[in-house]
């Protein structure tokens, strides 16, 4: 027993010397608040403790999702939102957008990505510098790269159904409903017991209709083309710019709509030229909607303007500023913008201080 314990002391000693160190966290410590005060140092004086303290903060995102295996939040700086469309603007006709989906998953690392809200967002600065520069000793054992799947084919989609829709692929069904605000879906596959996720789900992920690829629950939305969510996460990881075929809502209904419309005016055209032609404004201005040239369209508007219709004045002046139709003359557009107000046009009296600074 003896001589065993000797032989296994030198072994002991060396394994002993082939550990890390116990107490790592000075060194690494030091080199953080080195770091921190040169990343800080460009910065105006009252701006470097708070920038140094989110230095050190991401810094720790990045060690503690290491030593806890599990992938951290990659903070980002975000765009500013976006401004309100001026008042002048709305006032000819443009609409704000709902914004549109974001991809939430990082392809590069695969980490889910949080953007700063400029206004209370939270992420700064000094997280995003001390997160990048902790990340790449570790980045190999943390990233976890992915990449969209292709979009799937026609024959993979199914129409929403409001009750729920069950998709089928190899080894999984998933079953996937919509309430009010949130998105849920149920798996299973593999003989696994179910698994169910939700995510929050504003008005731009109402779905459509729905496919299933590997590990990604594709949705087509009604006005952001496809967007790819993760079924494990529910992060969106992909956004299409597309609709799958004959999916996207209301286009039979709008093409049906739209040839109906041209078929009434190609019946009323007579009656309305008719009318026209006795000076009735309002044919006047059905003629321009019913045109497909601009040119047409501009010519019977300013008609339509000269024999006294307010919508025709408006909308020769909207034209004449856009130089769409016609040569782009704004100040003959100041002109009949100014008419319009002068008969009443709430339109064209927030354009005319809109766009030209007039009271």
């Known amino acids: 027993m003896r001589l065993r314990r000797a032989l296994l ?14 107490h790592p966290e000075p060194d690494r410590q030091a080199s953080l608040e080195e770091a921190a005060r040169s990343a800080a140092a460009p910065l105006p004086p009252a701006q470097r403790a708070d920038f140094i303290e989110g230095f050190r903060m991401g810094a720790h995102m990045v060690w503690e999702a290491s030593a806890q295996r599990r992938l951290p939040w990659l903070p980002r700086m975000g765009e500013p939102a976006p401004a309100p469309l001026p008042e002048a603007a ?22 889910p990505i949080r953007f700063l809200d400029p206004a209370a967002g939270p992420f700064g600065p000094g997280e995003v510098a001390g997160f990048d520069w902790a990340l790449p000793p570790v980045r190999e054992r943390l990233c976890r790269p992915r990449t969209v799947p292709a979009f799937p084919a ?13 998709l089928s692929a190899p080894g999984r069904q998933v079953r996937v409903r919509h309430l009010g605000s949130t998105l849920l879906w149920t798996w299973a596959g593999n003989g696994f017991p179910p698994q169910r996720r939700w995510r929050p789900a504003p008005a731009w992920l109402a779905p459509v209709s729905l496919a299933l690829a590997p590990g990604v629950l594709w949705i087509a939305t009604e006005a952001h083309g496809a967007v790819a969510l993760d079924l494990e996460t529910g992060l969106v990881i992909g956004v299409a710019d597309r609709y799958p075929p004959s999916t996207h809502p209301g286009d039979q209904d709008e093409q049906a709509a739209e040839r109906d ?32 040239d601009p040119r047409e369209q501009a010519d019977w508007l300013r008609k339509a303007a000269e024999a006294g219709s307010v919508d025709g004045m408006y909308e020769l002046g909207v034209r004449l500023y856009q130089g769409r139709g016609v ?8 002109a009949w913008f100014q008419r319009a107000a002068r008969a009443g046009d709430a339109r064209a009296a927030e354009v005319l201080q809109g766009l030209f600074r007039q009271p």
């Not at 002391?9 to 116990?22: D, H, I, K, S, T």
């Not at 026609?154 to 069950?166: D, Y």
């Open 9 to 22: 002391a030198p072994v002991l000693v060396l394994l002993g010397a082939c550990r890390p160190p116990a």
């Open 90 to 111: 709305r006032a000819m006709g443009a609409v704000a957008e709902e914004p549109g989906p974001r991809v939430e998953l990082d392809p590069g690392t695969g980490f």
């Open 154 to 166: 026609g024959e993979a989609w199914q129409a929403w159904q409001p009750s729920g829709t069950l």
């Open 327 to 334: 040569p782009k003359d704004p100040e003959g557009a100041r």
């Open 261 to 292: 419309q041209a078929a009434e005016d190609l019946r009323e055209r007579p009656l309305r030229l008719a009318r026209a032609a006795k000076g009735d404004a309002r044919a006047m201005v059905e003629l321009a909607w019913a045109a497909t």
